[in-house]
């Protein structure tokens, strides 16, 4: 025996199984992959727009209070404005002389007796001040404006004031209300920020502006000045200031946030107003990124380790070197998003930092989820695939193997399974046949041996095969008809069958696969340095993209060309109906069942769907739903598809604009219903009438003369008639199917 022979058969089953489940391995780890990076694509472009959200919402909703405050100034500029020309022609002596009192200390102040900083203002005058008249006046239209907005501000600031240029200080501050008496005489006013910073050598524009955080000493809190200054007659007169708490929006900046991301408020500058690490114990000014060393008497606040200062002042260079408009930022060396926002007033930078590896770690456990059923999916699919293999490949080909041995060893009698319509079915057939002819040449070399009474009986043998012929002859001529209209009915679907078949190999072929072959060997080249590659890279940028939209081009051919195969398989089941009609007519009366016309009709429709496109026939509908009826549905079905494919051929002839096809479903008596099926078209001149339904008789050069002929047989065979009429060449035509109607009555559902 031969070393092949001695070889156990390998299973077609498992070699198969194997090779397919390598392949689909490889899919879905490439379908893995690529959901990873749409995923990743997906949750980052997500993460980036809930910060650009977030940062937005903050910041209109934190810069509240610095809006009111510009508004107040613009209100109280105005005002102060129009009371200074007010007293501008009026003694002011008697009435400050009434208001204010000269202390020992050479300065000027409100009345101690009787004063009440919840309702009054308070004014302090350095020693030193020169008096005069235009001063006075100025010093009380201050006052009168602050008694006159000071209380009604004091519910959202701190404290309202106006300082002269001259040195006079005039404060509606009810939380501190002896400030005006404790304030030493020497005290430094104009020298404060909240002040130079509105004097014309630093503020030009002469507009609002913001002084740095700091610590007001007497109340332990922080707060930000807001100054206006006021120019008249091209002086600068007085500065208008209120004082903004800030602990709130410190403390909100840092504990309300995004998960797993933090806040931060920053200047221009450099001055740290908020971050989740500032210390600001024993602090009283704000903190500087850029390190500026602090002035005498300022303790700025604490900022954990060097290399979290570090990351501060690159977090710090990227807000403050961002293009205009830009909100949204990276930090690669950090890996980290930064959203930006400014708030209206201060012109501060909210910042929302969101470390990147939380939008790819969703990402990966996504990806795993991918792949773990689609892990799942294989198995079963491979299950599934070898109980398929097993029955409807190795099985028969294992039969066809012992029918091979038995016809070798001279047995001609082989069992086979033939009723298959596959190649598997086909080979089953030649094997038949070739075992039947192997067989007749062995009989006939067997008769060529006998002798002379062999010879008789085979001439009788012979005659009785010439009867069989004959009858069988005889046969084949009664069931021509019944084939003929076999095929022209078959014909007329699988016009549609192709159509359909034709436009999902047209979409197969158009599927431009190869460039994700050239996509893989782009980043199996880059993947050491994938992440480089993809973001700064100019062909790496339009990878995501591309896959992005990729995989929804894949997604709608496949569902495009799904519904392609399922009209080939419906259309692939009438046919199969089509001959079960005939076949079951050659043998017994055919059942009827319960059918709904109103479907049907759709369903003739739809079998012409790709037909009736092509030709550009427009359709109308005009279906009455009625109960099911019992009837021989797929006689009714072939009879429609006869009828609408021969009115779409009918119009080729008038413009694809002015074709129209109706059909209409109807009960015009009580026990008849009758199907019309009407076109535009050619129409039907009035001797041929009596014609179109004879056997063979047909308008169309290729036309075959079938349809028609075999649509009456039917309808006379399900008790019904079918009718033609046309007023003539060029007017279209309809038929008209009756049929009789015998409405089941539908029982409820209990």
Known sequence: MSEQNSRPPASLARSTLIHMGVRIGVIIFLTTLVSYVHMFHTLREDARHQLERHVVERSQREQAIFVLAEDNHALLKRALTERIRAWSQQDPNPRFDSLFTQQPDGSLRSHAEGFDATKMVGVFIPPGVKLDTELRRRILAAHDVLMQYGPAFSTRFNSTYVTLVEGPLLTYWPSVPNWAHDMPADDPTLEYEYYTISTPEKNPSRGTVWSGIFQYPVTQQWMVTVTTPLDMEGRHVASLAHDVLLDELMDRSIEDHLDSAYNLLVRDDGQLIAHPSLDLEGANVGYNILGNTPRPGEAPPKLGSEQQRTHLRQLFEKVRGRSPGESLLELPEHDEYLAVARLEGPEWNFVTVLPSHVVSAAALRSARYVLLFGLM???????????????????????????????????????????????????????????????????????????????????????????????????????????TNVLHNVGNVLNSVYTSSQLALDSVRELRLEHVGKMAALLEKHQEELNTFIRLDERGRNVLPFLHKLGGNLLDERQKIIGLLEDVCRYTEHIGDIVKVQQNHARTPRLHEPVSLAT???????????????????????????????????????????????????????????????????????????????????????????????????????????????????????????????????????????????????????
Request: charged letters at 25%; one cysteine or more.
């Open 377 to 483: 999916s294989l198995l079963l699919e491979l299950v599934i695939m070898y109980w398929v293999l097993q029955r409807q490949i190795a099985r028969p080909l294992l039969a066809l193997t012992q029918a091979a041995d038995h016809v070798a060893s001279g047995d001609f009698h082989v069992e086979l399974n033939a009723s298959r319509r596959d190649e598997l079915g086909q080979l089953a057939n030649a094997f038949r046949t070739m075992s039947d002819k192997v067989q007749q040449r062995e009989e006939q070399l067997r008769r060529a041996n006998d002798g002379l009474e062999q010879r008789v009986e085979e001439r009788t043998r012979e005659l009785k095969t010439v009867h069989g012929q004959l009858v069988q002859t005889a046969r084949q001529a009664g069931m021509a008809e019944i084939a």
């Open 600 to 750: 049907l009709v759709d369903d003739a429709m739809r079998i012409n769907t790709a037909a009736l496109s092509r030709h550009q026939v427009k359709e109308v509908r005009q279906l009455t739903y009625l109960p099911p009826v019992m009837t021989d549905k797929h006689k009714v079905l072939m009879i429609l598809v006869n009828l609408i494919s021969n009115a779409k051929y009918a119009m080729d002839d008038i413009p694809a604009e002015q074709r129209l096809l109706t059909v209409k479903l109807d009960v015009p008596v009580t026990d008849r219903v009758t199907i019309e099926v009407r076109d535009n078209g050619m129409g039907i001149a009035q001797e041929m009438m009596t014609r179109i339904f004879q056997y063979g008789f047909t308008t169309r050069e290729e036309g075959h003369g079938f349809g028609l002929h075999s649509c009456a047989v039917a309808a006379q065979e399900l008790g019904g008639t079918l009718k033609a009429h046309s007023d003539g060449p060029g007017r279209g035509a309809t038929f008209t199917l009756e049929l009789p109607y015998q409405p089941i009555e539908e029982t409820p559902n209990p």
